[in-house]
Nanobody
Framework: QVHLVESGGGLVQPGGSLRLSCAAS????????MGWYRQGPGKQRELVAV???????NYEDSVKGRFTISRDNAGNTVYLQLNSLKPEDTAVYYC?????????????WGQGTQVTVSS
């Protein structure tokens, strides 16, 4: 069974930066996308950033220009660099890896890491 282990969350002041990491416990084959979601207090989980197996990236509008998603060369670790953080970025951040086997998607989720932006 594959586990995704996240790290890098914490408390930061507005304008500060954090780097989140998400590593798979073993190789995941046929990765389709790797991404980060977040769920703020009283809100639904939303997609923040995604990177495809071809390297294309997409971001939620409110984080464009501030957050950067990347992955390592082996393709089993995904990162999210968070810059110019705002209080509204406060949320639990979850990593997601989606694999495609035949015509079936398989989703793997991390346990979540708390990001709190406050002065």
């Amino acid at each position: 069974q594959v586990h995704l282990v996240e790290s890098g969350g914490g408390l930061v002041q507005p304008g500060g930066s954090l780097r989140l990491s998400c590593a798979a416990s073993r190789n995941i084959f046929n990765i389709y996308t790797m991404g980060w979601y977040r769920q703020g207090p009283g809100k639904q989980r939303e997609l923040v950033a995604v990177i495809t197996r071809g390297g294309s990236v997409n971001y939620e509008d409110s984080v464009k220009g501030r957050f950067t998603i990347s992955r390592d060369n082996a393709g089993n670790t995904v990162y999210l660099q968070l810059n110019s953080l705002k209080p509204e970025d406060t949320a639990v951040y979850y990593c997601n890896v989606r694999s495609l086997v035949g015509a079936t998607f398989q989703d793997y989720w991390g346990q979540g890491t708390q990001v709190t932006v406050s002065s």
